[in-house]
């Protein structure tokens, strides 16, 4: 069985006689030799062609002449058919080795050897590791999500057993050695699983993954670190915060969420975070400020740092983000323009500036019963805080909100949306074609331009993108009356603005146009009202849309969708659900939803803030 330290203390001078409060000093440690703590029995290492690393710790007395530093540590990799032994190169205390690339599969037993002390991992496998980070909504644990009893049964079946987790201890979830699912799904003592207490959105994108593989799937390790509650800042490097223009923020989670494991070779990162900045400036990449800036510093930082052993993890591993749901703004506002920051101002990913990045949009995704009056109103018996019963008829009854509600309780309320296996999937989905290079659709339908004539505007969405789904666009069917498309146009020219501001926390005068898309401000204005709802159809070649400008007045100086709102937003308030996926437009076939655009337009055409283009 392995013991994992993540820091060792070496005794290099003399013992000071003197005692303290009349005892003497403690005993200095048995000479060890560890692995660190990120390592363990039944873990995966990551699969040929990359070397997998394996690193750890050594405790030596200096008084003895065993202390010696010039004792070699050595490591066998050992299966039931062959082995190899190896040195480690040794820096002061911490070992570290790189193994021979294997192939996926396989059970090894691997031991670290220093004189007459050892320390071994059991039942290891090759396959793929991806490192999972992030904030509340991707440490949201499994047992608060809806389809987790599905999973669990699939795993008593026999499913997913290529999959393994490990995580450490957060806010959210306590700290999970490496283990098999069929281990995690066995209860303890006190008749609990430490399947519910990891990661959802880690975890479903990993059973995700395999059944989009089928019978290719590899062994898929699972490492989760993300901390509820956390900024972008707290998970970066003096350097990209530097150049950002940001001040620097608390290193803590870096030391201990990061650096531990970027010595382990990795497939790549799933990242999910943004409610926490939601007060912050969201900026552009292209002017080196806000949230663009540093989702963009994120993203080649970390592949820079894990990356910095050729032959371990690839310099353009593959990155995957998923953007804010509705109920993630944290009370701040222009939650579409931070879902454009999470993209590096580009609009969609892989761009330029992030290649090799994939995302699933979570704007669609809002908990099923988060925009309904029976949450404020905590008409059920398991609903936090005082209870109203006035009004609650409509919450009561099959598949209602309180029966809904009592199988799958909140943590914290709708913020933290429950279902997270429609994440999880579309992540798998988009994964598929950048991190394995199959084929597939790596977004929904993306703006390329728009033209305005006779009282309506045609938008034109990306052909390229299209057709690697095979898709075309799609429009599901809304209600009109309710102005339900999410389509909007801008009837002030003077309003126009990418980030508002409430006020006192920015020193602005509440109403301020914090960021107008050059990095400037405007006065205090109705920067929302001065967006109104209008129809759309298919255009008749599949690639665009058709926008009514009657509900407008044929006046349209910009044009935006899904920016700042929830799919069943202006519907009535009452018990049942909104749909998942429900906003209209989307990929025929994918069924992947549209990324969400806001552009001016300037003499009859669409004019994206850059570095987004929609000109054509």
């Known amino acids: 069985m392995a013991i994992g330290h993540v820091l060792c203390v070496v005794m290099i001078a003399a013992m000071v006689p003197e005692t303290f409060a009349g005892k003497p000093p403690p005993p200095p440690p048995p000479p060890a030799v560890f692995f660190n703590s990120s390592f363990g029995d039944d873990m995966v290492l990551q699969q040929a062609p990359a070397a997998a690393a394996v690193y750890g710790y050594y405790y030596i007395d200096p008084n003895s002449t065993f202390g010696a530093r010039d004792v070699p540590i050595t490591i066998e990799v050992k299966n039931e058919s062959s082995s190899y032994?190896?040195?480690?190169?040794?820096?002061?205390?911490?070992?570290?080795?790189?193994?021979?690339?294997?192939?996926q599969g396989g059970s090894y037993t691997i031991t670290v050897t220093r004189g007459n002390l050892q320390a071994m991992i059991e039942r290891v496998t090759f396959g793929d590791v991806?490192?999972?980070?992030?904030?509340?909504?991707?440490?949201?644990?499994?047992?608060?999500?809806?389809?987790?009893?599905?999973?669990?049964?699939?795993?008593?079946?026999?499913?997913?057993?290529?999959?393994?987790?490990?995580?450490?201890?957060?806010?959210?979830?306590?700290?999970?050695?490496?283990?098999?699912?069929?281990?995690?799904?066995?209860?303890?003592?006190?008749?609990?699983?430490?399947?519910?207490?990891?990661?959802?959105?880690?975890?479903?994108?990993?059973?995700?993954?395999?059944?989009?593989?089928?019978?290719?799937?590899?062994?898929?390790?699972?490492?989760?670190?993300?901390?509820?509650?956390?900024?972008?800042?707290?998970w970066l490097d003096n350097a990209t915060m530097d150049s950002c223009n940001i001040t620097h923020g608390d290193p803590m989670l870096r030391e201990q969420r990061v650096l531990p494991y970027a010595n382990m070779t990795l497939k790549g990162w799933v990242w999910y975070q943004g409610e926490n900045d939601m007060h912050n400036l969201f900026g552009n990449s292209a002017l080196r400020s806000g949230y663009s800036c540093q989702m963009v510093g994120l993203v080649s930082s970390w592949r820079k740092l894990w990356s910095l052993v050729p032959g371990t993890t690839d310099p353009m591993a593959p990155f995957g983000i998923v953007t804010l749901a509705p109920s993630g703004g944290e009370g701040g506002t222009d939650i579409g323009t931070m879902r454009w920051?999470?993209?590096?101002?580009?609009?969609?990913?892989?761009?330029?500036?992030?290649?090799?990045?994939?995302?699933?949009?979570?704007?669609?995704?809002?908990?099923?019963?988060?925009?309904?009056?029976?949450?404020?109103?905590?008409?059920?018996?398991?609903?936090?805080?005082?209870?109203n019963t006035t009004h609650c008829d409509s919450c009561y009854g099959p598949n209602g909100y309180c029966e809904n509600l009592t199988a799958t309780n909140y943590y914290m309320g709708p913020i933290h949306p429950r279902d997270k296996k429609p994440v999880g999937e579309r992540l798998a989905q988009t994964a598929l074609p950048i991190a394995y290079h199959r084929p597939g659709a790596i977004a929904g339908p993306t703006i390329s331009g728009c033209t305005m004539a006779n009282g309506k505007i045609t938008v034109t969405f990306n052909s390229t993108l299209l057709a690697m789904g095979g898709d075309s666009v799609a429009i599901d069917s809304y209600n009109k009356d309710l102005n339900m498309s999410k389509m909007a146009v801008l009837v002030n020219q003077s309003l126009?603005?990418?980030?508002?501001?409430?006020g006192a926390d920015h020193g602005h005068v509440a109403g301020d146009c914090r960021d107008d898309g050059t990095g400037h401000t405007l006065p205090p204005g109705r920067f929302e009202q001065a967006w109104t709802y209008v129809d759309m159809d298919v255009g008749a070649d599949g690639k665009s849309v058709i926008v009514d400008l009657a509900k407008s007045n044929g006046i349209a100086y910009g044009i935006r969708y899904a920016w700042n709102v929830d799919c069943c937003e202006g519907l009535p308030l009452g018990g049942a659900p909104c749909p998942i996926a429900s906003c209209p437009l989307k990929a025929s076939v994918s069924r992947l939803p549209a990324n969400p655009f806001m552009a001016h337009i300037v003499s009859g055409k669409c004019k994206c803030v850059p570095p987004q283009k929609c000109d054509a």
């Open 85 to 103: 032994t190896i040195n480690a190169d040794v820096h002061g205390v911490a070992w570290k080795a790189l193994l021979k690339p294997s192939s």
């Open 130 to 234: 991806w490192y999972c980070g992030g904030q509340s909504n991707m440490a949201l644990p499994l047992l608060h999500t809806m389809s987790r009893n599905k999973s669990m049964e699939a795993i008593k079946a026999g499913k997913y057993s290529n999959i393994r987790i490990h995580g450490v201890s957060t806010n959210m979830n306590g700290a999970l050695n490496w283990t098999t699912l069929m281990n995690a799904i066995t209860p303890n003592a006190k008749n609990q699983t430490t399947f519910f207490g990891f990661s959802s959105t880690c975890y479903y994108f990993g059973e995700s993954l395999t059944d989009k593989l089928g019978e290719d799937a590899p062994p898929i390790g699972l490492i989760h670190t993300s901390q509820g509650g956390s900024r972008i800042e707290s």
């Open 341 to 387: 920051a999470q993209t590096g101002s580009y609009g969609v990913v892989p761009n330029e500036a992030m290649p090799n990045t994939f995302l699933a949009h979570a704007y669609d995704l809002s908990d099923p019963f988060s925009n309904i009056s029976c949450y404020k109103l905590k008409c059920c018996p398991n609903n936090y805080g005082p209870k």
């Open 496 to 502: 126009f603005c990418m980030q508002t501001d409430k």
